[in-house]
């Protein structure tokens, strides 16, 4: 069966700073990653995925990120934060793109911008 | 793209009630999933429901605590039975849908339970 694991429960990071949070998938297979993001009261919002092809994956909100095979990791980058981007960060894997046979979540990072 | 209303938002629930989780979507999908979030954790799959089909659970869900109905392609129920206190958590709705050349899942707000 499939995991994730955010070893990060929550990340401070000052406000126009570097962000990276980080993703570990255990998959027998060729994964499907995806960031989400859920803001306080909203509905999850995709962040970006990767299916295949290149490993480094836009997205949107100026957010990318790196599939590593050699190290089962997903790992979710931003140059420089926003204080909007204050939220909780979800990597979840599935077995077919898309998520269309359910997904698997991590537990989530929560992200605080500091001013 | 698919946009999924769920309904209510929000419900406080006396212990041993039930709660039925009404999930519409704007355009018609084969597959439609229920998710539960506890305080403070990530999302787990409780079933996949299909159109003209009884729901598939994951492991730890069962029909009888989670009734699901799907009775056509834009409209799914979740029922949280005999409720209790660790039943409180947000009930999210997802869809698998096509945007542009692929397959994406899309969520709802969330019902958010509170148990008393």
């Known amino acids: 069966a499939q995991s994730v694991t955010q070893p990060d429960i929550h990340i401070t990071v000052s406000e126009g700073a570097s962000l990276e949070l980080r993703c570990n998938y255990s998959?027998?297979?060729?994964?499907?990653l995806f960031w989400y993001v859920q803001s306080p009261g909203q509905g999850l919002q995709l962040l970006l995925k990767y299916f295949s092809g290149d490993t480094l994956v836009q997205g949107i909100k100026g957010f990318e990120a790196e599939f590593k095979r050699s190290q089962s990791s997903f790992n979710l980058r931003k140059p420089s934060v926003h204080w909007s981007d204050a939220a909780e960060y979800f990597c979840a894997v599935g077995c077919s793109g898309g998520g269309a046979d359910g997904l698997t979540f991590g537990k989530g990072t929560h992200l605080i911008i500091q001013p | 793209s698919a946009v999924i209303s769920q309904k209510p938002s929000r419900d406080i629930c006396q212990r041993g009630t039930s709660l039925t989780i009404q999930c519409q979507v704007d355009s018609q999908v084969t597959m439609m999933f229920w998710y539960r979030q506890q305080p403070g954790q990530s999302l787990t799959l409780i079933a996949t429901?299909?159109?003209?089909?009884?729901?598939?659970?994951e492991s730890g869900f069962v029909i009888d605590k989670f009734p699901i109905s799907r009775p056509n392609l834009t409209f799914s129920t979740l029922t949280v039975s005999n409720l209790s206190p660790e039943d409180s958590s947000i009930y999210l709705c997802s869809v698998a849908a096509m945007l542009a050349l692929n397959t994406e899942a899309f969520f709802g707000q969330g019902t958010r339970l509170t148990v008393v």
């Open positions: 429901a299909n159109q003209g089909s009884e729901a598939t659970y």
């Open positions: 998959y027998g297979a060729t994964p499907y």
